[in-house]
Nanobody, 123 residues
Framework: QVQVVESGGGLVQARGSLRLSCVASGRPSLPSLISAMGWYRQAPGKERELVAE???????NYADSVKGRFTISRDNAKNTAFLQMNDLKPEDTAVYYC??????????????WGQGTRVTVSS
């Protein structure tokens, strides 16, 4: 099994910063099994959307709305991903979820979500 836990959300004023953390755990071999870690968010009344993701080789992908403001990074050895969020805007208000996916074996894929951490940006 793989467990995912996020932390770091909170209330911040517009133009402020927050750093989210995501830790995956469950197996000693997990660092070699994870193929990508990503951050998604879901605002009230909206669908969940990709914010940023990073693969095991360091390739990153960002939503257009956060490019230049958010940075995703990863510590592969610690199964941890970070989302540094700068210049926050009220429209960034949402519950942020971490997603971890990979392969236990060539025939067994995993895709796990954390419980979410709330980010509220006041104007």
């Amino acid at each position: 099994q793989v467990q995912v836990v996020e932390s770091g959300g909170g209330l911040v004023q517009a133009r402020g910063s927050l750093r989210l953390s995501c830790v995956a755990s469950g197996r000693p071999s997990l660092p070699s099994l994870i193929s990508a870690m990503g951050w998604y968010r879901q605002a009230p009344g909206k669908e969940r959307e990709l914010v940023a993701e990073i693969t095991s080789d360091g390739t990153t992908n960002y939503a257009d709305s956060v490019k230049g403001r958010f940075t995703i990074s990863r510590d592969n050895a610690k199964n941890t991903a970070f989302l540094q969020m700068n210049d926050l805007k009220p429209e960034d208000t949402a519950v942020y979820y971490c997603n971890v996916r990979g392969w236990f074996s060539i025939e067994s894929r995993f895709d796990r979500w954390g419980q979410g951490t709330r980010v509220t940006v006041s104007s």
